[in-house]
């Protein structure tokens, strides 16, 4: 198996810890993969204007893979190099069915967020680390009326992302009638990104297609990928990968199809990663070993 050329990183749960930073370890074992001649690159469910662009610009990283594969970005400019979204006339109206239910929603369009003020105190409400909740309060833009901002406006919707209220119990309230209403809506896809939220992109968007086409824009061979991830929205990416390395704080679901399991997002798991796999064996050729 090829050393890997490029290496995917999700952010929630994965490159981020709980607190959202991003260990020193960490970022030690970017730079060095960097300087080795890795391409380092973010893989996340989050839009453009939720990346850590001052850390990605001190590592080295000037890709970005966003809203589950709906947006690719280079990071020093902005430049969006492949947009794939669901047109207002199909987005609004999910949007407006999905305000039936108790939850909140933000919506990602041309790499920024919008929300409902309505809604956000939901937020706090949920399951989401205070890290996640603090991000989400300080990038969204409000809107009165989310579905009549994108029907207005002609927007092309990349992502929307639903959380909902837990209850004592640990059960969330609307969650299960929410997804049994975007199941019934064509056109899109559905995956829980963590945290027990769901999130829709077009039909057929996914980071794994993400993968494919900055790798065929960097001319890196799919074969020499490498990706890190946690959760249901990372899976395809995972399988797509040349090394799928899953994080120990995982659904379980998603160590089962990984070749490797690493450290916790706490635990320097990301690092311990590329180590590993590309650092020692730039250095000494270690072959790849399986771990489950």
Do not use: W
């Not at 981020?16 to 730079?31: A, L, V």
């Not at 399988?239 to 916790?264: F, H, P, R, W």
């Amino acid at each position: 198996m090829l050393i890997p050329k490029i290496i995917a990183l999700d952010l929630d749960g994965t490159l981020f810890s709980r607190t959202g930073q991003i260990t020193p370890y960490t970022k030690e074992q970017i730079r060095q993969a960097v300087s080795l001649g890795a391409s380092v690159i973010i893989s996340t469910g989050r839009p453009f204007v939720g990346l850590p662009l001052d850390e990605a610009a001190s590592l080295g990283i000037a890709y970005a893979i966003t809203a589950n594969g709906a947006a690719i970005y280079r990071l020093t400019d902005r430049v969006c190099l492949h947009e794939e979204g669901l047109p207002s006339k199909i987005a609004a109206p999910i949007i407006r069915g999905l305000y039936q239910k108790h939850l909140h929603l933000d919506a990602f369009i041309q790499g920024d967020a919008y929300t409902q003020p309505s809604t956000m105190e939901i937020a706090r409400r949920s399951c989401l680390p205070e890290s996640v909740v603090r991000y989400i309060f300080s990038t969204r833009k409000r809107v009165p009326d989310l579905a009549d901002y994108i029907e207005s406006h002609g927007c092309i919707l990349q992502k929307a992302t639903a959380n909902f209220e837990q209850r004592p119990d640990g059960s969330f309230i609307d969650r299960n009638e929410a997804k049994a209403f975007l199941e019934g809506c064509p056109g899109i896809r559905i995956v829980c990104g963590g945290y027990h939220n769901l999130e829709f992109t077009k039909a057929g968007v996914s980071k794994a297609a993400g993968l494919r086409f900055l790798c065929d824009y960097l001319h890196i061979p799919i074969e020499a990928s490498m990706v890190c991830g946690d959760s249901e929205n990372d899976a395809d990416i995972l399988q797509a990968a040349g090394l799928s390395v899953a994080m120990s704080n995982a659904d379980e679901t998603i160590k089962n199809l990984c070749d490797y399991v690493t450290k916790s997002c706490d635990a320097d798991g990301v690092g311990y990663a590329i180590q590993k796999f590309v650092i020692a064996r730039a250095h000494a050729g270690d072959p790849i070993e399986k771990n489950t």
